[in-house]
């Protein structure tokens, strides 16, 4: 099963990446730029897998790029505080 099937496992492995990063000294501003590029794929390229990941693409999609950054940041902030 791919974690794209599963909400929670999705978040889970997106926390998983966002330590590895930090762990590896990735800052902030960077890891915030790797989310948006992140986001503008799926919402791009990937079929959503799952009713949230539906609305995160529909969203997506409908903002400007500044919006889109914010949603990227808010996605980062989700999974940090979610897993803890």
Same mark, same amino acid.
């Given at each position: 099963?791919?974690?794209?099937?599963?909400?929670?496992?999705?978040?889970?492995?997106?926390?998983? %990446?966002?330590?590895?990063? %930090?762990?590896?000294?990735?800052?902030?501003?960077?890891?915030?730029?790797?989310?948006?590029?992140?986001?503008?794929?799926?919402?791009?390229?990937?079929?959503?897998?799952?009713?949230?990941?539906?609305?995160?693409?529909?969203?997506? %999609?409908?903002?400007?790029?500044?919006?889109?950054?914010?949603?990227?940041?808010?996605?980062?902030?989700?999974?940090?505080?979610?897993?803890?």
């Amino acid at each position: 099963m791919s974690v794209l099937n599963n909400w929670d496992q999705w978040k889970q492995f997106l926390d998983n %990446k966002l330590d590895q990063a %930090k762990q590896g000294g990735m800052a902030e501003n960077v890891i915030s730029d790797v989310a948006y590029q992140v986001g503008d794929y799926l919402a791009n390229e990937v079929d959503p897998k799952n009713e949230q990941e539906r609305v995160l693409s529909d969203l997506w %999609k409908v903002a400007d790029e500044r919006e889109q950054h914010a949603i990227a940041n808010m996605m980062v902030k989700l999974v940090q505080t979610d897993n803890r």
